[in-house]
């Protein structure tokens, strides 16, 4: 007797996938999806240029994790084109360090002209395509884009929401005024540096981990920079990076609350910028082997003390927001190092981290400032 049923009758568990409306609908159209490519392209470049040059705390962080989203949505629809035998749009690009402040947007300016624009046609073709036939696409653009660009706008429109200054593009390396800042290292056991040192040792150790952390914002600058300023990252690496980013916004609100719940006022912690200004001074990719083989692989043991120094200090949520940056920041030294050995796979990541020691060395030297070693790095400039 089921013989005698209607196919779509038989298929009913194609509703679970929201296939049951099957014969009904379009095609999307391929230039559609292009221009949509385009644009998310082109707001992934523009976010990671804001996320660089905000000066403003929440601001950086916010549309660092924005970032991440709409790359995913980009990156989602590049695989899709591809499999579609379609040439993708160039993403272009441009370094924030060296490209003046005003050819770069605002996020409010992201939102309305590329972001929104690309939501609305989704949500238009997804109302009415013929979704048997277009699934792999109605997949990337239902389950990936729509959601990815609805956080991202979500993320940029609570930002306003809070009155934070988000329109002020400054310099790699500017904080906002609510914080003072020092750069002659990023010791924080250093006597020169506020707050000063307590007479718990293991106290201190944990503050100068949280401290650390909250000053990634010149790690989220550094990956930021890359992603802005190189347009040839394949769409696979380019997603890791986007998720590197988001990564080091985490780290650094993860260690303003930690300083919080310690009880430090974090306005009153000033923030270090050596980091950010060794590697503004250097090209991308040299920031990029900076970071991830000297700044990265010199603090990485001292994240995991700091996850056991929180536990014994009884402060469970640092302890376990630490241990899972200690595993964030082994994953960033060994994408960074497949990203630098794609680009130039004669080197090898011993050599990357000779070079990128001498750059250091060679900025400190200019600064006055003592030279450091892998063993020393950690502390002096670690991240
Ligand atoms: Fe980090
Ligand atoms: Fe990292």
């Not at 959601?147 to 390396?173: C, E, F, H």
């Not at 040299?286 to 536990?311: F, T």
């Not at 050995?341 to 001498?358: C, D, H, I, V």
Request: proline share 5%.
């Amino acid at each position: 007797m089921i013989n005698s049923q209607k196919v779509q009758e038989r298929m009913s568990f194609l509703e679970t996938l929201g296939l049951n409306n099957g014969f009904e609908g379009q095609l999307v159209s391929i230039d559609d999806l292009v221009e949509w490519t385009r644009l998310t392209g082109l707001a992934s470049t523009y976010l990671a240029g804001v996320a660089v040059l905000s000066p403003v705390f929440e601001v950086k962080n916010g549309v660092a994790l924005a970032l991440f989203e709409v790359v995913d949505a980009y990156v989602a629809m590049v695989n899709r084109l591809q499999e579609l035998h379609t040439k993708v749009p160039p993403r272009p690009a441009q370094d924030p360090v060296a490209v003046p402040n005003a050819r770069w947007l605002t996020p409010k300016e992201i939102v309305e002209q590329l972001l929104e624009p690309v939501l609305a046609g989704i949500n238009n073709v997804l109302a009415n395509t013929n979704r048997i036939a277009e699934w792999p696409t109605v997949r990337v653009l239902e389950r990936v884009c729509k959601p990815s660009l609805t956080a991202a706008i979500g993320i940029i429109d609570r930002i306003y929401k809070q009155k934070l200054n988000a329109n002020v593009l400054a310099r790699m390396g500017e904080r906002d005024d609510r914080y003072t800042t020092f750069n002659h290292t990023r010791d924080y056991e250093d006597d020169t540096i506020e707050p000063k040192v307590e007479s718990n040792a293991i106290r201190n150790a944990l503050i100068a981990q949280l401290r650390t952390q909250r000053d990634e914002l010149d790690a989220v600058e550094t990956f930021a920079r890359l992603l802005a300023a190189e347009s040839e990252i394949r769409p696979a690496m380019l997603l890791e990076l986007a998720r590197v980013v988001s990564d080091e916004a985490r780290h650094s609100l993860i260690g303003e609350i930690g300083l919080e719940k310690l009880g430090f006022n974090p306005f009153n912690v000033p923030i270090g910028t050596i980091g950010a200004e060794l590697r503004s001074s250097l090209q991308p990719w040299e920031g990029l082997a900076q970071i991830c083989l000297v700044g990265e692989a010199g603090n990485l043991q001292k994240i995991d003390q700091g996850s056991i120094d929180a536990r014994d200090l009884n402060e469970k949520v640092i302890a376990e927001s630490l241990r899972m940056i200690y595993f964030d920041e082994r994953y960033h030294i060994e994408f960074g190092t497949r990203l630098l050995l794609e680009r130039n796979p004669e080197k090898t990541p011993k050599g990357f981290q000779n070079e990128a020691l001498s750059l250091t060395n060679k900025f400190l030297q200019n600064r006055g400032l003592p030279v450091v070693n892998m063993a020393n790095v950690g502390r002096i400039l670690g991240e």
